[in-house]
T-cell receptor, first 115, second 116 residues
Framework: AAGVIQSPRHLIKEKRETATLKCYPIPRHDTVYWYQQGPGQDPQFLISFYEKMQSDKGSIPDRFSAQQFSDYHSELNMSSLELGDSALYFC??????????????FGPGTRLTVT | AQKITQTQPGMFVQEKEAVTLDCTYDTSDPSYGLFWYKQPSSGEMIFLIYQGSYDQQNATEGRYSLNFQKARKSANLVISASQLGDSAMYFCAMREGRSSASKIIFGSGTRLSIRP
């Protein structure tokens, strides 16, 4: 079965640079979520989109922005990178059927290292 | 306030034994969903099992079952006949409300190690 695809899988950037992470949800899934997992921590919710509209927002820094495109893929744009942005970034997708379980399936993650 | 509590930072279990990972949650929303995810050392987050707040029966998926005790706000994961490949970090998580794009809140995780 097709899974969530994230690219790149690994990314090394320097402080103050920008980074773009991409997420391709499971086919027919219309909802995308972004999470950040620091070393030894649990994942923290950043932002979600349903049918290309921002749906919920968590602890996402103002330096980060995200959007969902017409083909439902999503991109997380990160600017003015800081050392503390080094983390594993997960994208998850779900099918937003009314009354459904909205099970979120996670991609393999993008490991961002800021030096 | 902590929404999801996993009180076992680490557990060691003998291969082939059953293991129970504890999870308690806190919410005032009558509609919510509970999830368990497995995160091996390779880093991916693997969905294991889901329990809805209105589900009458405990969820089961192969060797995984969720012991859902609503009154106690408890959602323990039971793994039967543990295998070496079960060694990983396990996260309990909760989605509140009925919104299709509601975020998931994770617990701090339990690191499970299976001994041969």
């Amino acid at each position: 079965a097709a899974g969530v695809i994230q690219s790149p899988r690994h990314l090394i950037k320097e402080k103050r640079e920008t980074a773009t992470l991409k997420c391709y949800p499971i086919p027919r899934h219309d909802t995308v979520y972004w999470y950040q997992q620091g070393p030894g921590q649990d994942p923290q919710f950043l932002i979600s989109f349903y049918e290309k509209m921002q749906s919920d927002k968590g602890s996402i820094p103002d330096r980060f922005s995200a959007q969902q495109f017409s083909d439902y893929h999503s991109e997380l744009n990160m600017s003015s990178l800081e050392l503390g942005d080094s983390a594993l970034y997960f994208c998850a997708s779900s099918l937003g059927v009314a009354g459904g379980t909205y099970e979120q399936y996670f991609g393999p993650g993008t490991r961002l290292t800021v030096t | 306030a902590q929404k999801i509590t996993q009180t076992q930072p680490g557990m060691f279990v003998q291969e082939k034994e059953a293991v129970t990972l504890d999870c308690t949650y806190d919410t005032s929303d009558p509609s919510y969903g509970l999830f368990w995810y497995k995160q091996p050392s390779s880093g991916e987050m693997i969905f294991l099992i889901y329990q809805g707040s209105y589900d009458q029966q405990n969820a089961t998926e192969g060797r995984y079952s969720l012991n859902f005790q609503k009154a106690r706000k408890s959602a323990n994961l039971v793994i039967s006949a543990s295998q070496l490949g079960d060694s990983a970090m396990y996260f309990c998580a909760m989605r509140e409300g009925r919104s299709s794009a509601s975020k998931i809140i994770f617990g701090s995780g339990t690191r499970l190690s299976i001994r041969p």
